[in-house]
């Protein structure tokens, strides 16, 4: 008799932004003539900039021409790729890492998900409350996060305070954690960590013999100089944690899927008898086996993103969400609401007002503004009163979003 994974019944029924997606599309139904403005997931609306669809077009014609054709691409990506983001997003800011240290794959979810099939499933994980919920899923679905209690926690996690006192920084722990998820700029309180905060964790890490495993999406929506942009600036880093980088939010390419992680050579765990196991070589291992390379076309699309003008053109789309953040937050401000996040990140976190909770703001906002946003709770028990706004919109939306907040009376 064929068995389930018992951990996936565990889950709930639907990933976050499935159930976000059943909701609006039944409104919808519901509401034909309803003019629906999503700021609910982060998904870019801006088209891929003229660099990059150069690129494509360019690569494209090399793959309908028998000399220039190309097959697999290796697993763990082209070195045209691998040098140009370590040359411009690593050396230019003091890092080294060599080309076999750095994994280019479909974005960062399928690695963040896939990485803790390398790590032993009684490691303890830690998680900053709220959190992005692909970190939790994943380690429910790897028997990793034990059962799940009344108060909406997960027996075996390790959960981190973010108080809002402290700007939504995840605090250290006072339980032993053995792998630690990191999100800055903070999806989803648009959040950073700054250098001191980034080496009192890896000191942590350090200390305890953990990993961190860095998710930083979001960098290129850093403005302030002083935070840190790659854990990897901050002093022996790379003995302790991984990063997760993707081209979605940084270039648009959430329809095209490319990102890296960058795995150190420096960066062990310990075997049952207490040997150190390289996890760059384990990961080199489950990429080789379990992926079979990001299509070429795509690759070269990345690479264009590097070129002069595709830097110029990517930063003024960036310039353009971080502008809808800005009216956002100001239009929620003048509204009357607290607003967090928004100026280093792409993401708005508000307070709900009223003890309402964030599914029901969710199904208020929509059916009195026909806005959607991503209710708090979806990110962890400690995001309830909380609600989450994203700047990936067209500026007119935006616009029209907050005159209609603004104008609400709740
Ligand atoms: C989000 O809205 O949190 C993100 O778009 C989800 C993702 O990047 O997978």
Known sequence: MIRVNENFKALSENYLFSEIARRVSVYKKMNPDAEVISLGIGDVTEPLCDSVVEAIHK??????????????????????????????????????????????????????????DILSADNIVAVSDPVYPVYIDTNVMEGRAGK???????SNIVYLDCPREKEFAAQLPERRADVIYLCSPNNPTGSVLNRDQLTEWVKYAKSHKSIILFDSAYEAYISDQSIPKSIYEIEGAKEVAVEFRSFSKTAGFTGVRCGYTIVPKELVAYDNNGSAVSLNALWHRHQSTKFNGTAYIVQR??????????????????????????????GLKYAGFRAYGGVNAPYIWLEIP????????????????????????????????????????????????????KNWNI
């Open 301 to 330: 699309a990345a690479e264009a993103v590097y070129t002069p003008q595709g830097k110029e053109q990517t930063s003024s789309t960036i310039a353009y969400y971080m502008n809808n953040a800005k009216t956002i937050l100001e």
């Open 148 to 154: 799940l209690l009344p108060n909406g926690q997960w």
């Open 354 to 405: 009223y003890n309402m909770t964030s599914w029901a703001f969710f199904d208020k906002l929509l059916n009195e503004c026909q806005i959607v946003g991503t209710p708090g709770i979806g990110f962890g028990p400690s995001g309830e009163g909380y609600f989450r706004l994203t700047a990936f919109a067209n500026s007119n939306n935006v616009t029209k979003a907050i005159d209609r907040i």
């Open 59 to 116: 690569a494209t014609d090399e793959m309908a021409d028998r000399s220039t054709f190309h097959g697999y691409a290796p697993e763990c990506g082209y070195d045209f790729l691998k040098s140009t983001i370590l040359e411009n997003d690593y050396l230019k800011r003091g890092i080294f890492l060599s080309n076999e240290e750095i994994f280019i794959n479909d974005g960062a979810k399928s690695s963040l998900g896939h990485f803790g």
